[in-house]
């Protein structure tokens, strides 16, 4: 297979757009941002597109701005994110090592809080900062209106998206444990990988 195919996997599962429609979307490891785009054109709510490699994200940028993308930059953006808890990889010969370190190092800005107040201000209809344990948010979608409470310390998400992002050992807890953290309960993940499209 190919990374074409992996994304033709996953587009296929978004065709209906139900899983994307009116929805706040966070595409992980996102790369070039392909499937974050595809997503932006499926009426979502909001679509974080993330990686966390510093050149990658400005990549996902200067995709993001390219006029012949024709993407809604205010409704889809991408930042930096690092995935699950501070981790250290140390590689020797053949064997890469993950050693998870404190969640309050240096790294912050790329996950947890850092994440969330980015989100916050790039969204903040979606997202509201107030002073309250809970926040009422009111979004409207295709002529809809639904109130919806949410914690205001949580950022999260409706469906998460991803392709091809198992490369290395380490990286599927490191994946599940990001999953987790921003998950809306009894939502959805979709992520394809080439054995998906394989015959």
Request: charged fraction near 20%; hydrophobic fraction near 35%.
């Amino acid at each position: 297979g190919s990374s074409g195919s992996s994304s033709a996997g996953t587009a296929s599962c978004m065709a209906g757009g139900s899983l994307i429609r009116g929805k706040r979307v966070l595409e992980l490891g996102s790369g070039t941002g392909i499937l974050g785009m595809l997503a932006s054109k499926l009426n979502p709510i909001c679509v974080a597109i993330t990686d966390g490699d510093d050149q990658a994200v400005k990549l996902l940028q200067k995709n993001l701005s390219n006029p012949t993308n024709d993407i809604d930059e205010q409704m889809t953006k991408a930042c930096a994110l690092s995935w699950g808890t501070l981790t250290t990889m140390e590689e020797s010969g053949d064997a890469t090592t993950a050693t998870t370190t404190a969640a309050d190092d240096n790294d912050d800005t790329k996950r947890g809080e850092g994440f969330h107040a980015w989100c916050r201000t790039s969204w903040p209809d979606v997202y509201p900062n107030v002073g309250t344990a809970m926040a009422t948010t009111t979004i409207a979608t295709e002529g809809v209106v639904v109130e919806e409470e949410i914690e205001n310390q949580d950022v999260v998400f409706d469906t998460i998206i991803a392709g091809d992002v198992m490369y290395k050992p380490f990286l599927p807890p490191l994946f599940f444990q990001t999953v987790i953290q921003h998950l809306s309960p009894s939502n959805t993940t979709s992520t394809t990988t080439d054995s998906d499209n394989a015959s």
